[in-house]
């Protein structure tokens, strides 16, 4: 049950377009589109941004986007903004059971 | 609206045991998977634990697998972590979250510390 893996920090300027990648192996990223990220601001919980690859949830702005390659997810946000600033992790299904889930070890993100 | 409110943490002497729980409203409790993840203090999400709509299916990160059990009682809208021999490196945020993962609540702090 290896964390997958991220980037420790990213930075952009407001206006700007960032990717936070998200790596693992066939037996989770790979193997599932089950892949979700979640936006967490400092003294908050988790925030469900995008599921199953690259849906979003109600309410979440259409400048998150997410995808998938092979074993790596990435998470796009357009149009930065400085509310975006904050810590995002990915998270997918693993092979041990539809309910084992790894956590990536999450980004942190500065608008610049 | 939904919400899920944690209780129980508190502060533990290592070997000893807390039991968390988590009071869910605002959905059909029964209809959903739900879990525990963890956070200790400037560190990452780890998933704790899970368990399916019926109870039926349960499962565990290796690295409290023997030592926590999860429950839930459908009837009290609950969710439950019964946390057993419980070590230092245990000490942080528990979440519970409804599945998959679009709901959370705030958290209980579990500090093990002697």
């Known amino acids: 049950q290896s964390a997958l893996t991220q980037p420790a920090s990213v930075s952009g300027s407001p206006g700007q377009s960032i990717t936070i990648s998200c790596t693992g192996t066939?037996?989770?990223?790979?193997?599932?589109?089950?892949v979700s990220w979640y936006q967490q601001h400092p003294g908050k919980a988790p925030k469900l941004m995008i599921y199953?690859?690259?849906n979003r949830p109600s309410g979440v702005p259409d400048r998150f986007s997410g995808s998938k390659s092979g074993n790596t997810a990435s998470l796009t946000i357009s149009g930065l903004q400085a509310e975006d600033e904050a810590d995002y992790y990915c998270?997918?299904?693993?092979?041990?059971?539809?309910?084992?889930?790894?956590f990536g070890g999450g980004t942190k993100l500065t608008v610049l | 609206e939904v919400q899920l409110v944690e209780s129980g943490g508190g502060l533990v002497q290592p070997g000893r045991s807390l039991r968390l729980s988590c009071a869910a409203s605002?959905?059909?409790?029964?209809?959903?998977?739900m879990h525990w993840v963890r956070q200790a203090p400037g560190k990452g999400l780890e998933w704790v634990s899970g368990?399916?709509?019926?109870?039926?299916?349960?499962g565990y990160a290796d690295s409290v697998k023997g030592r926590f059990t999860i429950s839930r009682d459908n009837a009290k809208n609950s969710l439950y972590l019964q946390m057993n021999s419980l070590r230092a490196e245990d000490t942080a945020l528990y979440y519970c979250?409804?599945?998959?993962?679009?709901?959370w609540g705030q958290g209980t702090l579990v500090t093990v510390s002697s």
């Open positions: 979250a409804k599945d998959p993962y679009d709901y």
């Open positions: 605002g959905f059909t409790f029964d209809d959903y998977a």
């Open positions: 368990i399916s709509w019926n109870s039926g299916s349960i």
């Open positions: 066939s037996s989770d990223v790979g193997g599932y589109n089950y």
């Open positions: 199953e690859v690259s």
């Open positions: 998270s997918s299904y693993t092979s041990s059971s539809t309910l084992h889930v790894v």
